[in-house]
């Protein structure tokens, strides 16, 4: 069972820089055909997928994040990592990883990043 696990700094400060970074345990992020997911929920809204990374390390975006996001992996670690630039208050929202082939079966529980002065 693949279990993954979403760590960052809870609070960041407008125009700053988010990394975000999901660990995951119970299988290798090389699996073929497995893709590794962020996803948001701002407070009040509906979920918001923001890019992904396959198994072979290609990386697709949301056009709506305009260059701002960028996600890489460690292979070594087993974990893969999201930045995000220039963030604003409506940033502020729970952050996901996700993974599944062909869908997004397993998720992280979550965490919540406050964009605030």
């Known amino acids: 069972q693949v279990q993954l696990q979403e760590s960052g700094p809870g609070l960041v400060k407008p125009s700053q820089t988010l990394s975000l970074t999901c660990t995951v345990s119970?299988?290798?992020?090389?699996?073929?055909?497995?893709?590794w997911s962020w996803i948001r929920q701002p407070p009040g809204k509906g979920l918001e997928w923001m890019g992904v990374?396959?198994?072979?390390?290609?990386?697709y975006y949301s056009p709506s994040l305009k260059s701002r996001a960028s996600i890489s992996r460690d292979t070594s670690k087993n974990l893969f990592t999201l930045r995000l630039t220039s963030v604003t208050p409506e940033d502020t929202a729970v952050y996901y990883c996700?993974?599944?082939?062909?869908?997004?079966?397993?998720w992280g529980p979550g965490t919540l990043i406050t964009v605030s002065s």
């Open positions: 990374i396959g198994y072979d390390g290609e990386t």
């Open positions: 996700a993974s599944g082939a062909g869908g997004m079966d397993y």
């Open positions: 119970g299988g290798s992020i090389t699996t073929s055909y497995y893709a």
